[in-house]
Antibody, heavy 115, light 110 residues
Framework: EVQLVQSEAEVKKPGESLKISCQVS????????IAWVRQMPGKGLEWMGI????????RYSPSFQGQVTISVDKSISTAYLQWSSLKASDTAIYYC????????WGQGTLVTVSS | QTVVTQEPSLTVSPGGTVTLTCASS?????????PNWYQQKPGQAPRALIY???TKHSWTPARFSGSLLGGQAALTLSGVQPEDEAEYYC??????????FGGGTKLTVL
């Protein structure tokens, strides 16, 4: 069974750093791209970027280039999304999903940034 | 950046048929844009319904179908059920791993 399990909700202050995770199981991690998607409160889905775990080839949406970093650890079949300095506007649910067809999705990680 | 536009809201009666559309600001949507469709219910992660314009996932109910219609991607629900009430999003692949979601359509079954 394909599963993408994301890390728990986080509450952070502006300026803090954060790394959230997406651990996959049930398929070969290195054979499918992993995408990250943002959903701000009450808003629609936004494509952030995508990474190919086998060689860490990463593509970012222009809106998110330089704002976040996507990475993987192949040894534990886990993809990451990280911020070096959070802003209140980063408050959102973040989803990971498998492949360009995004057939399987994680449950989402709620990130709340508030002073 | 390319803007992908969907109807903000639609209403359909149970048992009826409704078509949701997905348009691109750069021109006609084609199969080369690999349109995908998703369903999202409140408090849940999105669920993939259609990929590559018209291909269903194994879990996609038969009443959902995807197509290209008048230069737009389209999702048609035939024989709508009350449980189909949800937000629906399209996703277009615009090259070099650049993908853009539409703004979503809130479907009400009434």
């Amino acid at each position: 069974e394909v599963q993408l399990v994301q890390s728990e909700a986080e509450v952070k202050k502006p300026g803090e750093s954060l790394k959230i995770s997406c651990q996959v199981s049930g398929y070969s991690f290195t054979r499918y791209w992993i995408a990250w998607v943002r959903q701000m409160p009450g808003k629609g889905l936004e494509w952030m970027g995508i990474i190919y775990p086998d060689d860490s080839d990463t593509r970012y949406s222009p809106s998110f280039q330089g704002q976040v970093t996507i990475s993987v650890d192949k040894s534990i079949s886990t993809a990451y999304l990280q911020w070096s300095s959070l802003k209140a506007s980063d408050t959102a649910i973040y989803y990971c999903a498998r492949g360009h067809d995004t057939d399987y999705w994680g449950q989402g990680t709620l990130v709340t940034v508030s002073s | 950046q390319t803007v992908v536009t969907q109807e903000p809201s639609l209403t359909v009666s149970p048992g009826g048929t409704v078509t949701l559309t997905c348009a691109s600001s750069t021109g006609a949507v084609t199969s080369d844009d690999f349109p995908n469709w998703y369903q999202q219910k409140p408090g849940q992660a999105p669920r993939a319904l259609i990929y590559s314009t018209s291909t269903k996932h194994s879990w996609t109910p038969a009443r959902f179908s995807g197509s290209l219609l008048g230069g737009q991607a389209a999702l048609t629900l035939s024989g709508v059920q009350p449980e189909d009430e949800a937000e629906y999003y399209c996703l277009l692949h615009l090259g070099d791993a650049q993908l853009v979601f539409g703004g979503g359509t809130k479907l009400t079954v009434l």
